[in-house]
């Protein structure tokens, strides 16, 4: 095959605008389903944060189940681009279906076929970028697209928020339906001639791809590295996951579902404007600074939020903290695919291991809201953040004692 060139102008706006439009469509529906099954399903239908967090881990899971397969699917399919059209339109259906639905078992349902399609999302746009831009520029390229992810999810957002300050909470299903059509818009303009879909899954430059072990347990167990990434990563999505949607609920009780959903619509932008400049920083000068300084700064971060959460319920301070949210994921979503890509480099197994992470992270991310909604039941909120906080804490103690530096790693034979 042949190595990677500069890839043309059209290839490089269409994945920026790819990155945009499929920020809000990619993660599904978010903290705004917990604020919908609350509070405009919680008066008529029994729903309370234990079922709306029940919900959530099932969905989490089924879609955790799918990562690992849909990274071994994407290094080995060539047709990248319709896996990402197909996984968008799966993603919109379901989510968009749910005022039609009733009942857990409907429900459920829904945002688990939403949760499965998902699953290729972040593996396929990583195995895109990098059989466009090659290894080299691939550091920098992921900060453009987390860049670019984040301003799609900033606006979607306020749109959101401005939207159901005089509509409803309903909306944000039809504002996801629009944006899914714009995103496939976008996919479809990508050059599928400028991808080399060797180097896609981490081979060297230039060289074929060859036979591997793809399995969870075989890809863990030759790459120890890999295997603490997931283990930290797992840390801070069962840290960070039930957050805002925690946020968004204690809202819901007190200025009610409308204005809840508005704040933290607020909150969404607010953290992700953060993340823009975050993600540009962080890809144009993570191989130079270290990739492990960085990844410990975002854990620290993670570990403050969730303290600060404690001090007021007042809605400024909320979303005071969530900007918080920028730093501390917005350098953890930049440097995910970049530290994998450094540890796989040269075994043309890159969007497999991402598989096998996103399945470890996910799980964290499916048991959070559970965890979360069941201690707010129990004992109130103020004990669930600061469990939250403790177990980003765990994170970055195994991050600093266990994980290898990334930045510069040498190619694996």
Request: hydrophobic fraction near 55%.
């Amino acid at each position: 095959m042949h190595a990677p060139h500069p890839p043309p102008q059209a290839s490089r706006r269409a994945l920026d605008a790819t990155n945009f439009f499929l920020a809000d469509v990619r993660d599904g529906l978010g903290p705004y389903l917990a604020i919908y099954l609350v509070s405009v399903r919680g008066p008529t239908h029994g729903w309370n944060e234990a079922t709306a967090g029940l919900v959530m881990t099932i969905a989490g899971i089924a879609g955790l189940l799918a990562t690992t397969p849909a990274g071994v699917l994407v290094d080995r399919i060539r047709a990248k681009r319709a896996l990402l059209v197909a996984a968008a339109l799966a993603v919109t259906l379901a989510s968009v279906a749910l005022p039609a639905v009733s009942g857990f078992t409907a429900v459920t349902l829904s945002q688990s076929i939403a949760a499965v399609a998902g699953a290729v999302f972040a593996p396929g746009i990583a195995a895109i970028t990098l059989g466009i831009v090659g290894p080299r520029m691939f550091t920098r390229r992921v900060g453009r697209n987390e860049a670019w992810n984040h301003a799609g999810n900033a606006i979607s957002a306020a749109l959101a928020g401005l939207l159901a300050w005089k509509l409803g909470p309903v909306v944000v299903f039809w504002l996801m339906g629009a944006l899914a059509a714009l995103s496939i818009v976008a996919i479809l303009r990508i050059d599928p001639r400028a991808i080399d879909h060797d180097v896609a899954r981490g081979c060297p430059e230039g060289e074929a791809a060859k036979a591997a072990d793809t399995s969870f347990i075989g890809t863990l167990r030759r790459s120890p590295a890999l295997a603490v990434f997931a283990g930290s990563a797992f840390l801070f999505h069962l840290a960070n996951a039930a957050m805002l949607p925690s946020v968004g609920q204690a809202l819901a009780k007190s200025v009610g579902s409308g204005q809840a959903t508005s704040l933290v619509a607020a909150c969404i932008v607010g953290a992700q404007l953060v993340m823009v400049p975050t993600a540009i920083v962080v890809g144009r000068y993570a191989d130079a600074w270290g990739h492990k300084p960085i990844m410990l700064f975002g854990f620290a971060v993670l570990v403050a939020r969730g303290i600060l959460y404690t001090l007021s319920d007042a809605p400024i301070w909320l979303l005071g903290v969530q900007l918080l949210d920028g730093i501390g994921a917005g350098i953890f979503g930049a440097l995910f695919p970049v530290v994998i890509a450094a540890i796989m480099r040269g075994t043309g197994r890159f969007n497999a291991a991402q598989g096998v992470a996103a399945t470890i992270q996910g799980l964290g991310g499916a048991l959070s809201t559970t965890v979360a909604g069941g201690i707010i039941v129990w004992a109130g909120y103020t004990p669930a953040f600061l469990t939250l906080a403790a177990i980003g804490a765990a994170a970055f103690i195994l991050y600093w004692l266990a994980m290898p530096e990334t930045a510069h790693a040498p190619a694996r034979p």
